[in-house]
């Protein structure tokens, strides 16, 4: 039974390796072949297609992570604990995306390469909380108190993440508001562009996440197994 | 009476005016000099001031995007290497578990 499930599981999983990549290819020419070159910013506007998406990716990551830990905290099943740790790391690579692509934009954009916008300063502050996370359960095998307290901070951290969304609308701040009820919208192709973008994105963050939490099962695993033997 | 402060009125404005408009032009050239001066001074002065602003120079939007491009892929490729790495590690303390059960007659 346990192997058949893990057959089916391996056929999904691969399932949806090989569309995410279709996906990325189709979404790769229609960013540079198919979506126009933006009036004002020229190429640089490009960045958008991967950048927003990434910040998509890591909103599912960070929220992923924070559903993990709390019903980690309700039923101490090892099973959630790892795809809490799963989704922060797959969160925190795409936070990082969204960091380093960002200011790449913004260099163009605005002349300058970080500014304390809204935005901005709430999403580097979803990167230290999930950061503090990460580092917590980096600290050799985390014991149960400090899987508790990680779990506790990816919820701290989640409350940010609807900061990060609305702050745009919120607060004055320099962001662009394109996809929003206020911004001037997108063009049809440049629209495609970026549908084609968040649904690879999605794919590429669900793979990401699944194999995370796989490897953290096993290491986990390995690490009570080693536990046992030591106790024998 | 009234005709009188007329007339004083009158000669004095005659009299003001030629000495105000004479002093205006004067007044320039020094004012000019001055600055021309100082210019020259604080450019000799000990203080470099950058440029700044999107029009300050030309930045380059092909090679921010390729940049930008490059930095997902690497990112990418290094998370990927990471999760191989902790799989190996993984496999190989696997092994070493099995090596102690059967060193220890366990089945």
């Known amino acids: ?232 | 009476m009234r005709d009188l402060i007329a007339r004083f009125v009158f000669g004095f404005t005659m009299l003001i005016a030629p000495l105000t408009l004479a002093q205006e032009p004067s007044a320039e050239p020094d004012l000019a000099a001055a600055e021309v001066y100082k210019d020259a001074a604080e450019e000799r002065a000990a203080k470099f001031v950058g440029v700044s602003g999107p029009e300050a120079e030309s930045v380059p939007g092909g090679a921010l995007m390729l940049g930008d491009y490059a930095i997902v892929w690497v990112l990418l490729f290094l998370f990927l290497m990471r999760m191989r790495g902790l799989q190996r590690h993984t496999a190989e303390e696997l092994e070493r578990l099995s090596a102690e059960i059967r060193a220890s007659g366990g089945s």
């Open chain 1, 1 to 232: 039974m346990s192997g058949a499930r893990q057959s089916g599981s391996s056929t999904v999983w691969s399932l949806i390796l090989f569309a995410t990549l279709a996906l990325f290819a189709v979404t790769l020419y229609t960013i540079f072949v198919v979506a126009p070159v933006e009036q004002k910013m020229g190429i640089v506007q490009k960045i958008f297609y991967f950048h927003v998406p990434s910040a998509y990716a890591m909103y599912i990551g960070f929220a992923v992570s924070a559903v993990g830990s709390a019903v980690y905290l309700l039923r101490r099943d090892p099973k959630w604990d790892a795809l809490a740790v799963a989704g922060a790391e797959v969160g925190m690579l795409f936070c990082l995306i969204v960091l380093l692509t960002g200011p790449l934009w913004a260099r163009k954009a605005w002349g300058v390469w970080w500014t304390w916008d809204p935005r901005l300063t709430t999403t580097l502050l979803a990167g230290m909380i999930f950061a503090a996370y990460l580092s917590l359960r980096s600290m050799g095998n985390a014991g149960e108190v400090e899987k508790r307290f990680a779990a506790g901070l990816a919820l701290f951290g989640l409350v940010d993440l609807p900061l990060i969304h609305y702050s745009v609308q919120r607060w004055r701040g320099v962001h662009p508001t394109v996809i929003t009820g206020k911004g001037g919208g997108l063009e049809s192709e440049m629209y495609w562009a970026l549908g084609l973008s968040f649904i690879a994105f999605t794919g590429l963050a669900v793979l990401l996440i699944w194999a995370r939490a796989s490897a953290e099962r096993q290491r986990e695993e390995t690490a009570r197994l080693r536990f046992e033997l030591m106790h024998r």
